[in-house]
């Protein structure tokens, strides 16, 4: 009971407009002003809230008093590991980007391992940020691009050249990350839930697609991600858009990551544009879904690549007349799958911050 | 509150695996027993509900006495306009199919108006046959291979050749039609419902293709129908299969219905079931759905397209070797949709008694 009280006032003020007073916070929540004040006290020496006093009136304005999600409460570690870089972030609990760290190198010639270590050392920085800021950390998620089984473990990583790695066992094994609670999910899923929260009160159902060496898609519904059966949906990379087209890295042929990739679109953007437009145009037709996000590499060369992109979806989608289709650039650029992954630790503690305040205080 | 317990009840008994008592009814709705039989007594008066009594006990067996959904109270008038049928069939409250009549004839050379006054015919020739047999009447459906938005009006038929068809005008402009409640809806929608309810307790994530001259889906996730933001998912005939490949009605080049449309299979079923399973492939990647349900003109074939099609979906899957992909024909072959559709009319009458006691009251 108290648990769900706490999460209660927690989500109250999270999700309050300005800065809610108790006596609101005690109206909006339905429990009595004593019990809210007593929970709203063990937020506050929990670090999860913060109360502003009323300051004295002077000019014109006054800045608004009571509470608010602390600053420099919890903090979630967002990590992701690409072909082409590792990074990590630090967020807190209001949604701020304190502390960001990239390091750009090939992971393909690394074993899972060997990754995974060179990650631990960006972590590690971050860490070290976090702490000289006091900012504690809540958790740390990482962002694969691959499939990824509800127990963390990949099963396939194509263009990492990863199977069957269990990635939360290696990631305990580096001191960085060791005494912290890990998460592990496909990138395109993490960058798709990053992006449905950073657009509040925006679009609930759109496709995002994260465009690195490979391509993801995670798939929002009414505000939630569809994951499909076993978790392994929106491998839009390995639609088929040329059937008998380029090898893939996967076995198949004409593979839209051979012709819309990173490098394909450096080398030729007109061909990624079409082949990008030809597996967009299915997505809709299948989906009926209006909104496309741009993520990833993808999203600073949205301008060249829109026009391509817009001819396919025009002369293939059945409903293209009758409805349009919006194509838009992710609002977190390449950070959406890191971020979504910093944000998946702070939805973890807003959901039960009793769990966060009991660990924190045995920690 | 009368309406909401009047449908408490009917539903408790339509989902029984035995025919309940009374008694059992009370328990198993909270209503008190005397609440109970004056609403059982109503829904037995307005032919909703059938009571058997106990049989003498002879020999081994003694046939199971208590409440049962009337097989001669509310009936569904399923229809169906396809390119070169019109059907309908009339389903009573069991599920039992009591009339079905079809007439093959090509509609691409009539106008709306027309084709939907020839199905007007067919229409009539179920209701004497319903009437014939004391059968009332709910309500009729009619499934169209188009895109059809919630007040029924067709937007495109591209196989039809319609556009813009105010549907439900015509249809109460035919005598046989008129006085009944109607609904207009996808075929594949409707066909996908009909398997859902087919197969109870069975699949309740799967994609339905429906194979005529052209090709629809119906995408079920969670035991619901999936229709995307305006009602038109599920486009898969027009789904990309080869850019640069044969003209489509709909103005683009390469769509799956070019290649596997009914005509199409007729012609070369090893094309046909290539370029399923590559669109197939695409639908499986995208949204890691594990069972496809081939109806239509596609049940029957299924035998001769299944080597094709495995073979595309084992190639262009990236999880093919993770989590199996089942292919099956649709448990109500051709007639699904029309099922389907019948079977939206029933729902109605079950979801919502009241309603329909008190038209046939008035009617």
């Not at 010639?109 to 702490?131: D, F, I, M, W, Y």
């Amino acid at each position: 009971m108290r648990a769900h009280n706490l999460a209660l006032v927690l989500q109250t003020v999270a999700n309050s407009p300005d800065r809610p007073s108790r006596a609101a916070t005690s109206t909006a929540t339905g429990l009595t002003r004593a019990t809210v004040s007593a929970l709203v006290d063990d937020l506050i020496a929990g670090g999860l809230l913060t109360e502003h006093e009323p300051a004295p009136r002077v000019g014109a304005g006054r800045p608004a008093a009571g509470l608010a999600l602390a600053p420099d409460g919890a903090a979630g570690l967002g990590l992701e590991i690409n072909v082409d870089y590792l990074s990590a972030c630090v967020v807190d609990l209001t949604g701020a980007v304190r502390h960001r760290f990239v390091a750009h190198a090939d992971q393909r010639p690394l074993a899972p391992a060997a990754a995974l270590t060179e990650l631990g050392r960006v972590a590690g920085q971050a860490r070290q940020a976090a702490a000289a800021n006091g900012l504690p950390l809540a958790g740390a998620a990482l962002a694969v691009p691959g499939l990824v089984t509800a127990d963390g473990t990949v099963r396939v990583a194509p263009n990492l050249g990863w199977q069957d790695v269990d990635a939360p066992a290696l990631l305990r094994a580096i001191p960085a990350l060791a005494d912290l609670p890990l998460s592990v999910d496909n990138e395109a899923n993490l960058a798709a839930l990053g992006e449905l929260r950073a657009d509040h009160g925006g679009e609930q159902t759109f496709l995002y697609v994260s465009g690195e060496i490979g391509i993801g898609a995670g798939i929002v519904l009414d505000g939630e991600l569809y994951r499909g059966g076993r978790g392994w949906s929106g491998e839009i990379g390995h639609v088929t858009v040329y059937p008998d087209g380029r090898p893939c890295r996967c076995g198949a042929n004409g593979c839209l990551e051979q012709y819309a990739g990173q490098e394909a679109v450096a080398a030729d953007a007109g061909l990624a544009a079409a082949a990008l437009g030809i597996a967009l145009a299915a997505v809709v037709n299948l989906l009926d879904i209006g909104v496309i996000v741009l993520g990833g590499a993808y999203a600073p060369e949205l301008q060249r690549l829109r026009p391509g992109i817009e001819a396919e979806v025009h002369r293939r989608v059945l409903t293209a007349d009758l409805a349009p289709v919006t194509l838009r650039a992710a609002t977190l650029g390449t950070d959406a799958a890191m971020r979504g992954a910093a944000d998946t630790v702070l939805r973890a503690v807003l959901d039960d911050p009793a769990s966060y305040l009991n660990l924190r205080r045995a920690g």
